[in-house]
Structures are given as C-alpha cells and as structure tokens.
C-alpha cells in the first residue's frame, strides 16, 4: 500500500519547489547587479551573435512580461503601456529608474530587481523589434486639435512621427489610458513621474488639451 503525504509536509514541499527557482533568480540578478548595463549594451551593439543570443533570451522574458504587456508588447489595456517599438536605450534606463526606485511601481519594481543585466538588456532587443499595432483616431476632430498642440510643443522632444530618440519615449501608438495619466502626472507634479522636461511643458494643459493631445499620438503609426 503507497503511504500518502500529510497534507502539511506536501504543502512544504511544493513550496521549496516553487522558491529554488526564484531563489536562484535572485542570486543571478544579485551577481550581476554592479554589472554596468550601458557598457554591456554597447557591447551587445557590436557582436551580433550576443546580441542575437540575448534577444532570444529577451523574447522568454517577455513571455511573462505579456501578461501584462500583451504578446509582442502590444499591451490589450488601455492602462499599461505598450513596449513593442519602444526605443531600446530609454526602456533599459526605465529599468534602471524602477530598480533604484526613481520611478515607483510597487511590482515592476519587484520584476526587474529579479532581473539580470543580460535578461534586462534582452527584453529590451525584443520588445524594440516588435511593431506597434496601429490604431486609427476615432474621433477626427479632436484628434485634428491635439496634432496642432503637438506640432507646437511636442514634436522638439518625441520628433515629428512621435518615435522619440535613445534619451525619449516613442509615444506613436500609445496606450491612450497610460498617455491621459502619464500626461496628468507630469502636469500636476506626482513624484512618481516627475520630470524637469516634461512638468513645464505640460502645467498649462487643460483637461481638454490632454484629451485631445491622447487622441492624436495613440493613433500616430
């Protein structure tokens, strides 16, 4: 007769497992925390065959990733953004700024410290060959007034298309719930995305011009 495990021992078991994992995941994230990512970033930019073996580590990474994110980084909620075609070197600073908590979220602050240099660094390779899933304007005319707000002010920082540059966000295809936010946050000061840049660009924004500014940059190719 096969003797059964008490539930309670079952239970420790089934826990040990499930910590050796993320145990060894620390300790991977934890050696190679001095690890200087913009050198290693450099270095992947000149030797295709890393870089070509850490996007492949990347697109594991962003397997997890997309239950948030969405598959490819095309995020299916408007709050969270999407990181597909997000420009390399400014998502792996953001990884740098959720790691040492210059920008707060409790949980992907958690995520990327759980991280390695070489995980972060692939993520970053995958998620910025992947296209953005287009979205057209629903409503023309208030789309029409945020094009004209953002060819006065934004177009200097984020570029005429909204692609951004290694220090600058894409914003073309954005999320438009994130971008509302992100936009408030900045305007009225939120420690969690302060921004020398950004807070006066935005502090004479209305509602209106937030809403019509979102329109138009979420539905830019």
């Known amino acids: 007769m096969v003797k059964r495990i008490p539930v309670v021992l079952a239970m420790a078991l089934a826990a040990l497992l499930a910590w050796q994992p993320a145990a060894a995941q620390s300790a991977r994230a934890r050696a190679t925390a001095k690890v200087d990512l913009d050198a290693r970033f450099k270095e992947v930019q000149t030797n295709p065959k890393l870089a ?35 420009n390399p070197a400014y998502l792996l600073e953001q990884l740098r700024q959720f790691a040492d908590g210059r920008r707060r979220n409790e949980f992907m602050e958690g995520m990327i410290r759980a991280m390695d240099a070489d995980e972060k660094i692939g993520m970053v390779l995958f998620y910025a060959a992947q296209e953005v899933i287009h979205k057209p304007a629903t409503n023309a005319g208030i789309a029409a007034k ?43 000061g939120a420690d969690v995305r302060a921004n020398s840049i950004m807070t006066p660009n935005t502090k004479h924004m209305t509602d209106a011009d937030i809403e019509a500014v979102v329109a138009y940059v979420s539905s830019m190719p």
């Open 52 to 86: 070509d073996d850490l996007y492949k580590v990347g697109r594991k990474v962003a397997a997890v990733c997309a239950n948030c994110h969405g598959d490819g980084g095309n995020s299916t909620k408007p709050s969270i953004p999407n990181l597909a075609g997000q």
């Open 146 to 188: 945020g094009q004209d707000i953002f060819n006065k002010n934004c177009f200097r920082c984020h570029g005429n298309v909204g692609r951004g540059n290694e220090q600058i966000a894409r914003i073309a295809g954005q999320q438009h719930d994130y971008l509302r936010l992100t936009l408030k946050r900045y305007r009225d």
